[in-house]
């Protein structure tokens, strides 16, 4: 009976994924840069997401009507792109056309976005700023310290979890490697300074007006002498 509600609800969850909705993850988004483009972000674990599921499955089958693409990216297998479209809030949902990016801030019905892409109501709305543009190299950075930090928190689970390893011990050799690499980035950036402005041309420039200082002493003592000796 248990078995057979199980297999009725993920035949319901089959018939209800739209053969349209296009999955994007960190090695394929950039197809987003050419031509239109509804996207959601979402995560298996959130509920809000879940309730969106049915309307945007149902709004991916209208997409070759509209000649747009329906998309949609798992921000716990792409981390990456989590980072890069600064995505704070799940289910978040972008419209792209033509490399431009907006966030859809409107309801989350199937009927509204069809009429956000029919009627291009997307006009209203400002598109996402030259310096936090997914595609920019400064986003790719972000995009990287995210991957970073869910493969640390990755490897922080497995090492609690299978290898049975205090969840303290974990965070030691964490804080430890953070430390090390703090100090040895600290070394580079001095050995860097260094050789931007050396400092030995520094101190050579400080000994030679220490001399100079020297020679006008000696210089005052020999005209004491002369005087002396005039005298
Ligand atoms: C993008 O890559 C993901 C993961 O490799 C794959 O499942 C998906 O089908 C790809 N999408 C496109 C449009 O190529």
Redesign the pocket.
């Given at each position: 009976m248990r078995s057979s509600i199980l297999l009725l609800v993920a035949l319901c969850g089959l018939a209800a994924a739209s053969k349209n909705l296009?999955?994007?993850?960190e090695?394929?988004w950039t197809?987003l840069l050419k031509g239109e483009w509804m996207l959601e972000f979402h995560a298996p674990w959130c509920p809000a997401c879940k309730d969106l599921q049915k309307a945007w499955n149902s709004f991916a089958d209208f997409a070759p009507d509209l000649k747009i693409q329906v998309?949609e990216v798992d921000v716990t297998k792409n981390p990456g792109l989590s980072g890069r479209f600064l995505v704070t809030a799940l289910p978040t949902i972008y419209h792209v056309r033509d490399g431009v990016f907006r966030v859809y801030a409107g309801s989350r019905d199937k009927n509204d976005f069809i009429s956000f892409v029919e009627d291009r109501r997307w006009r209203t709305i400002d598109a996402v700023p030259d310096y936090k543009h997914p595609n920019s190299a400064q986003m790719g950075v972000v995009a990287v310290f995210f991957k970073l930090s869910m493969a640390v928190r990755d490897l922080h689970n497995k090492l609690v979890e299978e290898k049975g390893i205090p969840s303290w011990a974990s965070y030691s050799i964490f804080a430890g490697i953070t430390l090390l690499l703090g100090c040895v980035l600290g070394f580079l950036i001095v050995l860097v300074i260094d050789q931007v402005f050396p400092t030995g041309s520094l101190s050579t420039a400080t000994k030679k007006s220490e001399k100079k200082g020297e020679k006008k002493e000696d210089k005052k003592k020999e005209e004491k002498s002369e005087t002396k000796k005039t005298k």
């Open positions: 296009v999955k994007l993850s090695d394929n197809q998309a």
